[in-house]
C-alpha cells in the first residue's frame, strides 16, 4: 500500500512534467513484470528527452508497434499506476502517449 502522504509529495514531480513534450530517447518492452503490473505485460518502457534536454522514463501508453521507434514524438500525461488501495486512495503518475 502507498501511504497518501507519499502521493501528495509526489504531485509536485508529477507538476513539472505533466504536459511536456519530447521524442523518445530508448525504449524496451516489459515481458516479466512485478506484482501489481502483471495484467499489463508485455507493455513499453520509454526513455524520453524532453524539449528542455532532461531525460524521464516511463510508460507508453495508447499506442501501436510503430510508434515504437527511436526519435517518435510525445506528451506526457496523467495516467492512474495503481488500484485504489484499501482506504480507495487511487494513484496516478505520469505516462507517455504519442503526438499524433
Known sequence: MIS???????QKDIRKILG?????FLWTKIFTPGTGF??????????VELENNEK????LVDHEEKDL???KKLISVLRKVRTASVDGVIAYGIKFRPLK
Open 69 to 71: 521507434k527511436i526519435g
Open 20 to 24: 511536456k513534450k519530447g521524442k523518445i
Open 56 to 59: 524521464v522514463y516511463g510508460q
Open 4 to 10: 497518501p502522504v507519499k502521493i501528495w509529495r509526489r
Open 38 to 47: 502483471k495484467k499489463y505485460a508485455p507493455y513499453p518502457v520509454v526513455l
